[in-house]
């Protein structure tokens, strides 16, 4: 198999099918039981919306042009927000170098609302965990060095978790101590995706989102970032439910009858984990964070009920095939046809976003 792209993504765990709806869901009227009077939910398979082609015919080098939050005019859609987030503590925290060369620390998060194991991909080793760091009583230096809580970077020999010095890694200068207070940091809130990101996959562009997102966070200009990594398989309704869906398609429904007839909710997803992630990341206050995705809907989920996270950019991110002409990127008849219908159905008012890419 040629051409394979490298992720970043970790090994996939089988995930328990659930069909609870999620207190703090995208699209929570559309529950199996309400959907009487209600119009057909949208694609639960396809990602969030991607603008199409742009006449630019290169991966850039920068950060695509950030959109003002105030500017994406979010419809008045209800939201059942959670009132308390969800109690979060990162359990365990490595450096991981990549196959681009970059490093980058990645975190490990039990929670109090799920059994999952989810994620924080943390470029920049300036950025902290406060649950990671916090002293537990009784525990070793060796203790606080297995778990992660250590300063600067890990040497054969090494006896203390704290820092060793003032320079050298996992330190930053006073100039890039300052960029990083007045840049606010990107955020990728990512859902995992075994088929699009391990099993190479051309139904949707996961893999290749997870890829850019890393790509714009490590670039040399970066301030950092972090990619929240949630353990929602299949926009939260598990691997199993849906592979049944892409047979359904294959069968000849479209993507909304699909849907339909596997009565799942349109987007299972929820977001006040990687709310609460990102406020123990010190994400929390003025400062805000700039958010990397198509999606506007996502803005206000990610901000937490009280937000307690500011979004000051939306960053879109274009997919590759669109920048290149098809030249790389994805291509293939069921993206396509899930990107129209997505277009069509969940996002009207993105027509006339589609050209700001
Ligand atoms: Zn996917």
Redesign the pocket.
């Known amino acids: 198999m040629p051409d394979l792209p490298s992720h970043i993504s970790p090994v996939y765990a089988p995930n328990i099918l659930s069909s609870r709806i999620p207190e703090y869901s995208l699209n929570p009227s559309s529950s199996p039981h309400s959907r009487a009077g209600s119009p057909p939910p949208p694609n639960l398979i396809s990602?969030a919306f991607t603008p199409p082609l742009t006449p630019e015919s290169h991966t850039p080098a920068v950060e695509p042009e950030p959109l003002p939050v105030s500017a994406d005019a979010i419809a008045p859609r209800p939201q059942k927000l959670l009132r308390t987030l969800p109690h979060v503590e990162c359990i365990v925290r490595a450096r991981i170098p990549t196959v681009t060369g970059a490093e980058m620390f990645l975190h490990v998060y039990q929670n109090n609302v799920d059994n999952k194991e989810h994620l924080a991909i943390v470029f920049g080793s300036h950025i902290r965990s406060k649950s990671m760091f916090a002293v537990r009583p009784g525990e070793t230096e060796r203790d606080r060095m297995t778990r992660g809580a250590y300063e600067g970077r890990l040497h054969p020999g090494r006896v203390t978790s704290r820092a060793e010095s003032t320079s050298g890694p996992g330190t930053l200068s006073q100039a890039d101590r300052q960029l990083f207070e007045e840049v606010p940091p990107l955020v990728r809130i990512h859902s995992e995706?075994y088929?699009?990101e391990t099993a190479w996959s051309a139904r949707?562009d996961?893999g290749e989102q997870l890829d850019e997102a890393a790509r714009l966070m490590s670039l040399p200009s970066s301030t950092g970032g972090v990619i929240v990594y949630l353990r929602q398989e299949g926009r939260g309704i598990g691997l199993g439910e849906k592979l049944k869906a892409y047979n359904l398609q294959d069968l000849g429904s479209d993507t909304v009858e699909a849907n339909l007839l596997l009565r799942h909710p349109a987007d299972a997803r929820s977001y006040g984990l990687a709310t609460a992630i990102l406020l123990d990341l010190g994400f929390g206050g003025g400062r805000g964070i700039r958010l990397l995705t198509n999606n506007p809907d996502k803005v206000r989920a990610v901000e937490g009920p009280h937000q307690e996270i500011v979004v000051k950019q939306r960053v879109p991110m274009v997919p590759l095939a669109w920048k290149t002409g098809g030249k790389k990127g994805i291509n293939s008849e069921e993206i396509e046809g899930y990107l129209k219908a997505k277009v069509r159905s969940h996002h009207p008012q993105a027509r006339d976003r589609r050209m700001q890419g």
């Open positions: 990602p995706c088929t699009g949707c996961c």
